[in-house]
């Protein structure tokens, strides 16, 4: 058994303490949002921090680009798509779900229709398919665990007969 001195455990440890820093650094959200930024300027912030995995700070992007020009359909329906985006990548299916749905009932106004990109419409209907698709296969996945606990159950009432 090799002895590791305590000179490399120091740098191991260092490592590991500075690699965890920096990724829990990643996650913190802007101090302060510039006012003059256009809509599209804070989506593409958001689209940013979002491909470094910094899911609170893009988050943060698409509020205020929510709050700042919510008279805008337009800016709404993208950054609704953008935070829907994020909870799917974060795994909150549910959350994920309610905001696809609600950009796809949003297409169903005819007065909105026309001040909307139709890719959202298509993206969201995408972005459910494949919550679905999770879902069904949990399901199908929760049955055969069932199937599986109830044949065990059914082979050991047998042996307990005989």
């Not at 006012?35 to 943060?60: E, F, K, P, S, W």
Request: a positive charge.
């Amino acid at each position: 058994m090799k002895k590791i001195n305590n000179k490399k455990i120091s740098i191991i440890l260092t490592a590991v303490i500075f690699f965890g820093c920096a990724l829990c650094g990643c996650q913190t959200a802007p101090k302060e949002i510039p006012d003059d930024l256009t809509a599209a300027q804070l989506i593409q912030r958001g689209q940013d921090a979002a491909a470094n995995y910094n899911y609170v700070a893009a988050n943060a992007y698409y509020v205020a680009c929510i709050e700042r020009y919510q008279a805008d359909l337009k800016c709404y329906i993208e950054a609704r798509y953008e935070i829907a985006q994020l909870n799917y990548k974060q795994r909150k299916y549910d959350i994920a779900k309610a905001m696809y749905q609600e950009i796809l009932d949003t297409f169903d106004d005819p007065s909105a229709v026309y001040q909307l990109q139709p890719k959202y419409k298509k993206l969201a209907q995408i972005g459910l398919d494949k919550i679905k698709a999770i879902d069904d296969k949990k399901q199908q996945e929760a049955e055969k665990k069932a199937a599986k606990k109830a044949a065990k159950e059914k082979a050991k009432e047998t042996a307990d007969e005989e």
